[in-house]
Nanobody, 114 residues
Framework: VQLQASGGGLVQAGGSLRLSCSAS???????LGWYRQAPGKQRELVAT???????VYADSVKGRFTISTENAKNAVYLQMNSLKREDTAVYYC??????????WGQGTQVTVSS
């Protein structure tokens, strides 16, 4: 399984970015998700979406971020609005298949300036 993430960049506080991640290979999707890791901190969950459409969000992003999928493209997206400086991190997409095998994308940098 390979995951290719894109869409990161530099944005001013209050701005928006949309991250994309495409999965290729042989798998049956259980859950797709986005995680992030800021300098000096552990990787943390941002949002996940199950194959049934159930979503989970970190409290810090609720109401600002939206996770969605496009099944025909095996893609997952993260729409990030009202970005804050504390959202600055490397964002990783994640796929967990129905056998609980986990794959990670290469990460995409999101930098929010004040």
């Amino acid at each position: 399984v390979q995951l290719q993430a894109s869409g990161g960049g530099l944005v001013q506080a209050g701005g928006s970015l949309r991250l994309s991640c495409s999965a290729s290979g042989s798998f049956v999707i259980g859950t797709l998700g986005w995680y992030r890791q800021a300098p000096g901190k552990q990787r943390e969950l941002v949002a996940t979406i199950s194959s049934g459409g159930r979503t989970v969000y970190a409290d810090s992003v609720k109401g600002r971020f939206t996770i969605s999928t496009e099944n025909a493209k095996n893609a997952v997206y993260l729409q990030m609005n009202s970005l804050k400086r504390e959202d600055t991190a490397v964002y990783y997409c994640n796929l967990e298949d129905v056998y609980s095998m986990v794959s990670w994308g290469q990460g995409t940098q999101v930098t929010v300036s004040s």
